[in-house]
Protein backbone atom coordinates (compact mmCIF):
# COMPACT_ATOMS: atom_id res chain seq x y z
CA UNK A 1 0.00 0.00 0.00
CA UNK A 2 1.12 3.95 -0.77
CA UNK A 3 3.71 2.44 -3.99
CA UNK A 4 4.21 5.32 -5.19
CA UNK A 5 5.46 3.70 -8.62
CA UNK A 6 1.62 2.00 -8.50
CA UNK A 7 -0.30 4.94 -7.58
CA UNK A 8 1.50 7.08 -10.10
CA UNK A 9 0.11 4.34 -12.73
CA UNK A 10 -3.78 4.44 -10.95
CA UNK A 11 -3.80 8.07 -11.32
CA UNK A 12 -3.04 8.10 -14.80
CA UNK A 13 -5.80 6.20 -15.89
CA UNK A 14 -7.50 9.52 -14.83
CA UNK A 15 -5.75 11.01 -17.45
CA UNK A 16 -6.21 8.28 -20.15
CA UNK A 17 -9.47 8.16 -19.81
CA UNK A 18 -10.60 11.58 -19.40
CA UNK A 19 -9.96 12.74 -22.72
CA UNK A 20 -13.53 10.75 -23.44
CA UNK A 21 -15.32 12.31 -21.03
CA UNK A 22 -13.94 15.53 -22.61
CA UNK A 23 -13.76 15.78 -25.86
CA UNK A 24 -16.66 13.22 -26.98
CA UNK A 25 -19.29 13.34 -23.89
CA UNK A 26 -18.66 16.97 -22.95
CA UNK A 27 -17.18 19.18 -25.83
CA UNK A 28 -17.78 17.75 -29.36
CA UNK A 29 -20.22 14.80 -29.84
CA UNK A 30 -23.82 16.59 -28.76
CA UNK A 31 -23.20 19.48 -30.72
CA UNK A 32 -21.98 17.20 -33.97
CA UNK A 33 -24.85 14.85 -33.25
CA UNK A 34 -27.20 18.00 -33.34
CA UNK A 35 -25.51 19.70 -36.20
CA UNK A 36 -26.03 16.54 -38.43
CA UNK A 37 -29.77 15.82 -36.83
CA UNK A 38 -30.24 19.30 -38.06
CA UNK A 39 -29.05 19.08 -41.48
CA UNK A 40 -31.01 15.96 -42.23
CA UNK A 41 -33.50 16.35 -45.06
CA UNK A 42 -35.51 13.35 -43.54
CA UNK A 43 -36.82 13.90 -39.64
CA UNK A 44 -35.01 11.16 -37.31
CA UNK A 45 -37.35 8.38 -36.39
CA UNK A 46 -36.52 5.74 -33.64
CA UNK A 47 -39.16 3.01 -33.55
CA UNK A 48 -42.01 5.21 -35.44
CA UNK A 49 -41.21 8.23 -33.29
CA UNK A 50 -40.00 10.88 -34.07
CA UNK A 51 -36.89 12.63 -32.74
CA UNK A 52 -36.11 16.32 -31.58
CA UNK A 53 -32.21 16.77 -32.89
CA UNK A 54 -31.73 18.38 -29.40
CA UNK A 55 -32.57 15.27 -27.99
CA UNK A 56 -30.80 12.24 -29.68
CA UNK A 57 -28.00 12.82 -28.13
CA UNK A 58 -29.13 13.07 -24.20
CA UNK A 59 -31.30 9.86 -25.07
CA UNK A 60 -28.36 7.70 -26.29
CA UNK A 61 -26.37 9.05 -23.29
CA UNK A 62 -29.22 7.93 -20.98
CA UNK A 63 -29.52 4.23 -22.70
CA UNK A 64 -25.50 3.59 -22.40
CA UNK A 65 -25.72 4.60 -18.78
CA UNK A 66 -29.36 2.82 -17.68
CA UNK A 67 -27.41 -0.23 -19.86
CA UNK A 68 -24.39 0.31 -16.63
CA UNK A 69 -27.80 0.13 -13.99
CA UNK A 70 -28.12 -3.35 -14.49
CA UNK A 71 -24.63 -4.31 -15.28
CA UNK A 72 -22.29 -2.58 -12.89
CA UNK A 73 -23.00 -3.85 -9.77
CA UNK A 74 -22.42 -7.62 -11.09
CA UNK A 75 -19.09 -6.61 -12.94
CA UNK A 76 -18.12 -5.33 -8.91
CA UNK A 77 -18.82 -8.71 -7.59
CA UNK A 78 -17.51 -11.19 -10.38
CA UNK A 79 -13.59 -8.98 -9.73
CA UNK A 80 -13.76 -9.63 -6.03
CA UNK A 81 -14.31 -13.57 -7.03
CA UNK A 82 -11.98 -13.41 -9.49
CA UNK A 83 -8.05 -12.43 -10.26
CA UNK A 84 -9.75 -10.15 -12.70
CA UNK A 85 -9.88 -6.86 -11.85
CA UNK A 86 -6.81 -5.19 -13.71
CA UNK A 87 -7.97 -7.18 -16.94
CA UNK A 88 -11.61 -6.14 -17.01
CA UNK A 89 -10.10 -2.73 -16.31
CA UNK A 90 -8.18 -3.00 -19.86
CA UNK A 91 -10.49 -5.19 -21.70
CA UNK A 92 -13.21 -2.13 -20.97
CA UNK A 93 -11.03 0.17 -21.31
CA UNK A 94 -9.66 -0.78 -24.92
CA UNK A 95 -13.50 -2.02 -25.94
CA UNK A 96 -14.36 1.71 -25.20
CA UNK A 97 -11.20 3.31 -27.10
CA UNK A 98 -11.76 1.31 -30.23
CA UNK A 99 -15.57 2.62 -30.63
CA UNK A 100 -14.56 6.06 -30.05
CA UNK A 101 -12.21 5.72 -32.42
CA UNK A 102 -14.78 4.37 -35.42
CA UNK A 103 -16.45 7.89 -34.75
CA UNK A 104 -14.43 9.02 -37.15
CA UNK A 105 -16.71 7.56 -39.95
CA UNK A 106 -19.42 9.47 -38.97
CA UNK A 107 -20.58 12.14 -40.94
CA UNK A 108 -22.99 13.91 -43.59
CA UNK A 109 -24.41 11.45 -46.10
CA UNK A 110 -22.82 8.19 -45.35
CA UNK A 111 -22.56 6.09 -48.03
CA UNK A 112 -25.32 3.14 -47.68
CA UNK A 113 -27.02 4.50 -44.94
CA UNK A 114 -27.20 8.45 -45.01
CA UNK A 115 -27.56 11.05 -42.58
CA UNK A 116 -29.83 9.87 -40.35
CA UNK A 117 -27.65 6.30 -40.21
CA UNK A 118 -24.75 8.19 -39.35
CA UNK A 119 -26.58 9.26 -36.21
CA UNK A 120 -27.68 6.19 -35.07
CA UNK A 121 -24.77 4.49 -36.11
CA UNK A 122 -22.57 7.25 -34.27
CA UNK A 123 -25.24 7.23 -30.84
CA UNK A 124 -24.76 3.47 -30.96
CA UNK A 125 -21.02 3.70 -30.74
CA UNK A 126 -21.41 6.46 -28.05
CA UNK A 127 -23.95 3.68 -26.02
CA UNK A 128 -20.83 1.12 -26.50
CA UNK A 129 -17.69 3.29 -25.38
CA UNK A 130 -20.10 5.41 -22.69
CA UNK A 131 -20.82 2.04 -21.11
CA UNK A 132 -17.72 0.71 -21.12
CA UNK A 133 -16.17 3.56 -19.62
CA UNK A 134 -18.64 3.11 -16.31
CA UNK A 135 -17.73 -0.45 -16.74
CA UNK A 136 -14.18 0.23 -16.28
CA UNK A 137 -14.39 2.48 -13.91
CA UNK A 138 -15.78 -0.03 -11.56
CA UNK A 139 -12.48 -1.94 -11.59
CA UNK A 140 -10.73 1.44 -11.40
CA UNK A 141 -11.69 2.82 -8.27
CA UNK A 142 -11.74 -1.02 -6.51
CA UNK A 143 -8.04 -0.13 -6.89
CA UNK A 144 -7.84 3.11 -4.71
CA UNK A 145 -8.41 1.09 -0.99
CA UNK A 146 -5.80 -1.12 -1.83
CA UNK A 147 -3.30 1.11 -3.23
CA UNK A 148 -3.68 4.28 -0.73
CA UNK A 149 -4.04 4.11 3.21
CA UNK A 150 -7.11 6.06 4.82
CA UNK A 151 -5.56 9.06 5.84
CA UNK A 152 -3.92 9.40 2.01
CA UNK A 153 -7.49 8.85 0.27
CA UNK A 154 -8.35 12.06 -0.76
CA UNK A 155 -4.89 13.46 -1.20
CA UNK A 156 -4.60 10.20 -3.95
CA UNK A 157 -8.05 10.54 -5.89
CA UNK A 158 -7.72 14.31 -6.01
CA UNK A 159 -4.63 13.96 -8.16
CA UNK A 160 -5.83 11.54 -10.08
CA UNK A 161 -9.34 13.61 -10.71
CA UNK A 162 -6.47 16.43 -11.39
CA UNK A 163 -4.58 14.80 -13.80
CA UNK A 164 -7.82 13.78 -15.66
CA UNK A 165 -8.45 17.23 -16.58
CA UNK A 166 -5.73 17.91 -16.73
CA UNK A 167 -5.04 15.30 -19.56
CA UNK A 168 -8.10 16.00 -21.03
CA UNK A 169 -7.27 19.78 -21.43
CA UNK A 170 -3.95 19.03 -23.38
CA UNK A 171 -5.58 16.87 -25.43
CA UNK A 172 -8.50 19.51 -26.22
CA UNK A 173 -6.11 22.33 -26.57
CA UNK A 174 -4.57 19.60 -29.52
CA UNK A 175 -7.92 19.40 -30.88
CA UNK A 176 -8.51 23.01 -30.70
CA UNK A 177 -5.44 23.45 -32.73
CA UNK A 178 -6.75 21.01 -35.29
CA UNK A 179 -10.24 23.07 -35.49
CA UNK A 180 -8.56 25.92 -36.34
CA UNK A 181 -5.62 24.45 -38.99
CA UNK A 182 -8.22 22.11 -40.99
CA UNK A 183 -10.58 24.03 -43.26
CA UNK A 184 -12.79 21.31 -43.54
CA UNK A 185 -14.72 21.27 -39.78
CA UNK A 186 -16.79 18.22 -40.18
CA UNK A 187 -13.63 16.27 -40.97
CA UNK A 188 -11.83 18.09 -38.31
CA UNK A 189 -14.22 17.19 -35.41
CA UNK A 190 -14.20 13.49 -36.34
CA UNK A 191 -10.50 13.20 -36.44
CA UNK A 192 -10.75 15.01 -32.99
CA UNK A 193 -13.74 12.28 -31.51
CA UNK A 194 -10.84 9.68 -32.97
CA UNK A 195 -7.90 11.29 -30.91
CA UNK A 196 -9.76 10.42 -27.67
CA UNK A 197 -10.06 7.22 -28.48
CA UNK A 198 -6.62 6.91 -29.23
CA UNK A 199 -5.24 9.28 -26.32
CA UNK A 200 -7.38 6.46 -24.21
CA UNK A 201 -6.11 3.44 -25.75
CA UNK A 202 -2.38 4.97 -25.70
CA UNK A 203 -2.06 6.25 -21.95
CA UNK A 204 -4.50 2.77 -20.95
CA UNK A 205 -1.55 0.81 -22.55
CA UNK A 206 1.77 2.81 -21.27
CA UNK A 207 1.14 3.00 -17.31
CA UNK A 208 -1.99 1.17 -15.92
CA UNK A 209 -1.67 -1.33 -17.74
CA UNK A 210 2.64 -1.76 -16.51
CA UNK A 211 1.82 -0.82 -13.40
CA UNK A 212 -0.88 -1.57 -11.73
CA UNK A 213 -0.35 -5.11 -9.87
CA UNK A 214 -3.01 -8.40 -10.43
CA UNK A 215 -3.86 -8.91 -7.25
CA UNK A 216 -5.47 -12.22 -6.11
CA UNK A 217 -9.25 -12.72 -6.00
CA UNK A 218 -10.40 -11.30 -2.52
CA UNK A 219 -13.08 -13.83 -1.59
CA UNK A 220 -13.87 -17.27 -3.14
CA UNK A 221 -16.56 -18.99 -4.95
CA UNK A 222 -18.53 -21.25 -2.58
CA UNK A 223 -18.36 -24.57 -3.12
CA UNK A 224 -20.63 -26.08 -6.36
CA UNK A 225 -21.44 -22.41 -7.70
CA UNK A 226 -20.09 -20.25 -10.81
CA UNK A 227 -18.98 -16.85 -11.23
CA UNK A 228 -22.53 -15.67 -12.93
CA UNK A 229 -25.00 -17.12 -10.73
CA UNK A 230 -23.31 -16.30 -7.49
CA UNK A 231 -22.63 -13.03 -8.55
CA UNK A 232 -26.38 -12.04 -9.15
CA UNK A 233 -27.12 -13.60 -5.73
CA UNK A 234 -24.45 -11.98 -4.29
CA UNK A 235 -25.59 -8.21 -5.62
CA UNK A 236 -28.97 -9.48 -3.92
CA UNK A 237 -27.39 -10.16 -0.93
CA UNK A 238 -25.02 -7.08 -0.76
CA UNK A 239 -28.17 -4.93 -1.23
CA UNK A 240 -29.65 -6.38 2.04
CA UNK A 241 -26.26 -5.97 3.52
CA UNK A 242 -25.97 -2.25 2.62
CA UNK A 243 -29.33 -1.92 4.36
CA UNK A 244 -29.25 -3.84 7.13
CA UNK A 245 -25.16 -3.48 8.78
CA UNK A 246 -24.68 -0.20 6.77
CA UNK A 247 -27.28 2.37 6.93
CA UNK A 248 -24.87 5.83 6.98
CA UNK A 249 -23.17 4.26 3.93
CA UNK A 250 -26.50 3.61 2.32
CA UNK A 251 -27.58 7.25 2.98
CA UNK A 252 -24.43 8.85 1.41
CA UNK A 253 -25.10 6.70 -1.53
CA UNK A 254 -28.66 7.76 -1.97
CA UNK A 255 -27.39 11.37 -1.56
CA UNK A 256 -24.41 11.03 -3.78
CA UNK A 257 -26.73 9.00 -6.11
CA UNK A 258 -29.00 12.13 -6.15
CA UNK A 259 -26.36 15.29 -6.23
CA UNK A 260 -24.11 13.64 -8.72
CA UNK A 261 -26.94 13.25 -10.98
CA UNK A 262 -27.04 17.13 -11.39
CA UNK A 263 -23.37 17.01 -12.10
CA UNK A 264 -23.26 14.43 -14.98
CA UNK A 265 -26.38 15.79 -16.15
CA UNK A 266 -24.34 19.67 -16.87
CA UNK A 267 -21.75 17.84 -17.93
CA UNK A 268 -23.51 16.33 -21.05
CA UNK A 269 -25.90 18.85 -22.05
CA UNK A 270 -23.93 21.85 -21.32
CA UNK A 271 -22.21 22.59 -24.42
CA UNK A 272 -25.13 21.30 -26.64
CA UNK A 273 -27.10 24.07 -24.25
CA UNK A 274 -24.69 26.87 -25.07
CA UNK A 275 -24.96 25.79 -28.88
CA UNK A 276 -28.70 25.97 -29.36
CA UNK A 277 -29.49 28.81 -26.78
CA UNK A 278 -26.56 31.20 -26.73
CA UNK A 279 -25.40 30.27 -30.46
CA UNK A 280 -21.89 29.69 -29.45
CA UNK A 281 -19.45 28.79 -32.21
CA UNK A 282 -17.70 25.24 -31.96
CA UNK A 283 -14.26 26.69 -31.48
CA UNK A 284 -15.33 29.17 -28.79
CA UNK A 285 -16.94 25.70 -27.01
CA UNK A 286 -13.84 24.33 -27.06
CA UNK A 287 -12.13 27.63 -25.51
CA UNK A 288 -14.83 26.88 -23.11
CA UNK A 289 -13.80 23.46 -21.94
CA UNK A 290 -10.34 24.01 -22.38
CA UNK A 291 -10.72 26.67 -19.78
CA UNK A 292 -12.98 24.94 -17.46
CA UNK A 293 -9.92 21.14 -17.84
CA UNK A 294 -7.20 23.46 -16.54
CA UNK A 295 -8.77 25.19 -13.84
CA UNK A 296 -10.63 22.43 -12.95
CA UNK A 297 -7.10 20.90 -12.10
CA UNK A 298 -6.61 23.50 -9.95
CA UNK A 299 -9.81 22.91 -8.34
CA UNK A 300 -9.48 19.24 -7.82
CA UNK A 301 -5.75 20.12 -5.92
CA UNK A 302 -7.40 22.73 -3.74
CA UNK A 303 -10.38 21.04 -2.51
CA UNK A 304 -8.24 17.92 -1.83
CA UNK A 305 -6.19 20.31 0.76
CA UNK A 306 -9.64 21.50 1.79
CA UNK A 307 -10.83 18.11 3.06
CA UNK A 308 -7.59 17.34 5.26
CA UNK A 309 -8.40 20.75 7.02
CA UNK A 310 -12.19 20.67 7.28
CA UNK A 311 -13.02 17.13 6.43
CA UNK A 312 -14.58 15.68 3.03
CA UNK A 313 -17.68 15.65 3.73
CA UNK A 314 -18.07 19.36 4.42
CA UNK A 315 -15.94 20.46 1.49
CA UNK A 316 -18.67 18.72 -0.83
CA UNK A 317 -21.47 20.21 1.27
CA UNK A 318 -19.61 23.60 0.08
CA UNK A 319 -19.13 22.64 -3.26
CA UNK A 320 -22.90 21.97 -3.70
CA UNK A 321 -23.96 25.28 -2.51
CA UNK A 322 -22.01 26.67 -5.46
CA UNK A 323 -23.53 23.64 -7.62
CA UNK A 324 -26.68 25.05 -6.93
CA UNK A 325 -26.50 28.98 -7.33
CA UNK A 326 -24.23 27.99 -10.76
CA UNK A 327 -27.64 26.15 -12.10
CA UNK A 328 -30.05 29.25 -10.48
CA UNK A 329 -27.81 31.70 -12.42
CA UNK A 330 -27.58 29.38 -15.59
CA UNK A 331 -31.77 29.45 -15.99
CA UNK A 332 -31.86 32.97 -14.95
CA UNK A 333 -29.28 35.10 -15.91
CA UNK A 334 -27.21 33.66 -18.66
CA UNK A 335 -27.64 34.97 -22.27
CA UNK A 336 -24.23 36.23 -23.39
CA UNK A 337 -21.02 34.34 -23.93
CA UNK A 338 -19.02 36.20 -21.49
CA UNK A 339 -21.13 35.12 -18.55
CA UNK A 340 -20.70 31.76 -19.92
CA UNK A 341 -17.31 31.57 -19.37
CA UNK A 342 -17.23 33.46 -16.07
CA UNK A 343 -20.09 30.71 -14.53
CA UNK A 344 -17.36 28.10 -16.03
CA UNK A 345 -14.67 29.35 -13.68
CA UNK A 346 -16.74 28.98 -10.88
CA UNK A 347 -18.27 25.68 -12.35
CA UNK A 348 -14.53 24.03 -13.05
CA UNK A 349 -13.77 25.01 -9.30
CA UNK A 350 -15.65 22.73 -7.52
CA UNK A 351 -16.28 19.91 -10.51
CA UNK A 352 -13.39 18.00 -9.73
CA UNK A 353 -13.23 18.78 -6.30
CA UNK A 354 -17.03 17.24 -5.78
CA UNK A 355 -16.11 14.13 -7.58
CA UNK A 356 -12.59 13.23 -6.28
CA UNK A 357 -13.76 13.94 -2.23
CA UNK A 358 -17.11 11.64 -3.28
CA UNK A 359 -15.28 8.87 -3.96
CA UNK A 360 -12.47 9.10 -1.61
CA UNK A 361 -15.27 9.20 0.98
CA UNK A 362 -17.11 6.63 -0.03
CA UNK A 363 -13.75 4.02 0.15
CA UNK A 364 -13.40 4.81 3.94
CA UNK A 365 -16.97 3.72 4.53
CA UNK A 366 -17.22 0.31 2.76
CA UNK A 367 -15.69 -3.28 4.07
CA UNK A 368 -12.54 -4.44 3.31
CA UNK A 369 -12.11 -7.06 0.50
CA UNK A 370 -15.65 -6.25 -0.98
CA UNK A 371 -13.90 -2.78 -2.93
CA UNK A 372 -14.92 -3.61 -6.45
CA UNK A 373 -18.60 -4.90 -5.73
CA UNK A 374 -19.31 -1.73 -3.45
CA UNK A 375 -17.73 0.40 -6.22
CA UNK A 376 -20.14 -1.66 -9.06
CA UNK A 377 -22.92 0.19 -6.68
CA UNK A 378 -20.99 3.49 -6.54
CA UNK A 379 -20.55 3.04 -9.91
CA UNK A 380 -24.31 3.19 -10.29
CA UNK A 381 -24.74 6.56 -8.03
CA UNK A 382 -21.65 8.08 -10.10
CA UNK A 383 -22.50 7.20 -14.19
CA UNK A 384 -24.98 4.57 -13.61
CA UNK A 385 -28.05 6.37 -12.62
CA UNK A 386 -26.93 9.74 -14.41
CA UNK A 387 -29.88 9.04 -17.50
CA UNK A 388 -32.03 10.49 -15.04
CA UNK A 389 -30.93 14.09 -15.27
CA UNK A 390 -30.31 13.55 -18.71
CA UNK A 391 -33.59 11.83 -19.53
CA UNK A 392 -35.88 14.41 -18.37
CA UNK A 393 -33.71 16.82 -19.43
CA UNK A 394 -34.59 15.34 -23.25
CA UNK A 395 -37.67 14.65 -22.43
CA UNK A 396 -38.44 18.59 -21.16
CA UNK A 397 -37.04 19.21 -24.09
CA UNK A 398 -38.80 16.93 -26.22
CA UNK A 399 -42.06 18.84 -24.74
CA UNK A 400 -40.87 22.58 -24.30
CA UNK A 401 -38.58 23.15 -27.08
CA UNK A 402 -36.73 24.96 -24.92
CA UNK A 403 -32.89 24.20 -23.65
CA UNK A 404 -33.48 26.66 -20.76
CA UNK A 405 -36.62 25.82 -19.34
CA UNK A 406 -35.30 22.24 -18.80
CA UNK A 407 -32.13 23.17 -16.80
CA UNK A 408 -34.81 24.44 -14.02
CA UNK A 409 -35.04 20.74 -13.13
CA UNK A 410 -31.39 20.64 -12.15
CA UNK A 411 -31.60 23.00 -9.17
CA UNK A 412 -33.84 20.01 -7.46
CA UNK A 413 -30.64 17.34 -8.01
CA UNK A 414 -28.33 19.59 -5.79
CA UNK A 415 -30.55 20.95 -3.10
CA UNK A 416 -32.22 17.35 -2.38
CA UNK A 417 -28.55 16.04 -2.27
CA UNK A 418 -27.07 18.73 -0.21
CA UNK A 419 -29.89 18.02 2.65
CA UNK A 420 -29.50 13.97 2.65
CA UNK A 421 -25.78 14.73 2.70
CA UNK A 422 -25.75 17.04 5.89
CA UNK A 423 -27.67 14.12 7.83
CA UNK A 424 -25.00 11.30 6.86
CA UNK A 425 -23.07 10.57 9.87
CA UNK A 426 -19.10 9.80 8.33
CA UNK A 427 -17.57 8.57 11.47
CA UNK A 428 -20.24 5.88 11.57
CA UNK A 429 -20.56 4.69 8.23
CA UNK A 430 -16.71 4.08 8.55
CA UNK A 431 -16.85 2.05 11.89
CA UNK A 432 -19.89 0.40 10.63
CA UNK A 433 -17.94 -0.77 8.21
CA UNK A 434 -14.94 -2.15 10.36
CA UNK A 435 -12.60 0.53 9.21
CA UNK A 436 -10.33 2.60 11.48
CA UNK A 437 -11.05 6.79 11.60
CA UNK A 438 -7.73 7.53 13.30
CA UNK A 439 -6.05 10.15 10.41
CA UNK A 440 -9.51 10.53 8.78
CA UNK A 441 -10.59 14.54 9.04
CA UNK A 442 -13.99 14.28 9.88
Sequence with gaps: MNDKR????????DWANSAFSTT?????????ILALAESSAQPLTVFGMEVEP????PFAASLSVLMQVLFLPLLGTIADYTHLKKKMLLAFAYTGAVATILLVFIKVDLSVIGTNGAILMGSLLLIIANFCFGAAIVFYNGFLPEIASPDQRDKVSSRGFALGYL??????LINLFMLTLIEDTGLAVRLSLASAGLWWLLFTFL?????????EAARHLPPGSNILTHGIRQ?????GEIYRKYPSTLRYLIAYLIYNDGIQTVIVVSTAFAADELGVATDRLLLLVLMIQFVAFFGAIGFGRLAQRIGAKRAIIFSLVIWSVIVIFAYALLYEEWQLFVIGFFLALVLGGSQALSRSLFSQMIPADHEAEYFGFYEISE???????????????????????????LILFFVLGLLLLIRVDVRQAILDAGNE??????
Design 24 to 32: VVTALLGPY
Design 437 to 442: PEGVVL
Design 54 to 57: AAVF
Design 6 to 13: EIFGWTMY
Design 383 to 409: RGTSWIGPLLFAAAVQLTGSQRLAIVS
Design 167 to 172: GGGVLL
Design 207 to 215: FPQQRLKQR
Design 235 to 239: VMTTL
